[in-house]
């Protein structure tokens, strides 16, 4: 599915007809063309108000999770209408607790300092040092970390690309991170 193409005109089912499907099938095949159809209207609303693409890509997906649950609870008659107020809910949602997130000291987050920013004279030794204890990591945290660290994907899209579960994701991340510090540590003693 892509967002950036020219909104299809309905095919040969309805909204309606497509709506009634899902809800009698629960196949989010039929779901996921039935929103297809609406991707640019609700990236369009996320985007004006996130005003940032990632944040309305990532918006534009998580709206999609959001339909699973909610269009079968909901009495709906016009989709159109109804998936862009979602849509506009969900990025109020999200802006309002972005506003409530602490803001934490770049030092505190980043454990590697010498690490990620070495002096030139010893850029090569840390590299390697860092290559090292990545390869050491178990198999979960070594695609965990290099997906999220170095192809700097998110944890949804990892999650996808990886067959594992948001959690999962988060618990390889963390306890990788602490991995990698131990043995960086441990290899500049």
């Excluded at 390889?172 to 990698?180: E, H, P, T």
Aim: with cysteine.
């Amino acid at each position: 599915m892509s967002l950036f193409i020219k909104p299809q005109k309905p095919g040969k089912s309805t909204d309606e007809e497509l709506l009634s499907d899902y809800r009698a099938s629960g196949n989010l095949t039929v779901l996921g063309s039935l929103y297809e159809r609406y991707m640019p209207l609700v990236y369009g609303v996320c985007l004006k108000y996130l005003k940032d693409e990632e944040l309305a890509k990532d918006a534009v997906m998580g709206i999609f999770e959001e339909l699973v649950d909610k269009v079968k609870k909901h009495e709906i008659n016009q989709f159109r209408s109804w998936v862009y107020v979602l849509g506009r809910n969900y990025c109020l949602i999200q802006l309002r607790s972005g506003k409530k997130m602490e803001l934490v000291n770049l030092d505190e987050v980043v454990e590697f300092t010498p690490f990620l920013h070495p002096e030139d004279n010893n850029r090569e030794e840390a590299l390697k040092a860092l290559e090292h204890c990545i390869a050491g990591l178990t198999g979960g945290q070594k695609q965990s970390i290099d997906l999220f660290y170095l192809k700097e994907k998110c944890y949804k899209e990892i999650a996808g690309i990886t067959g594992y579960t948001l959690n999962e994701v988060k618990s390889y991340i963390q306890n990788g991170k602490r991995n990698l510090k131990i043995c960086l540590e441990r290899n500049s003693a």
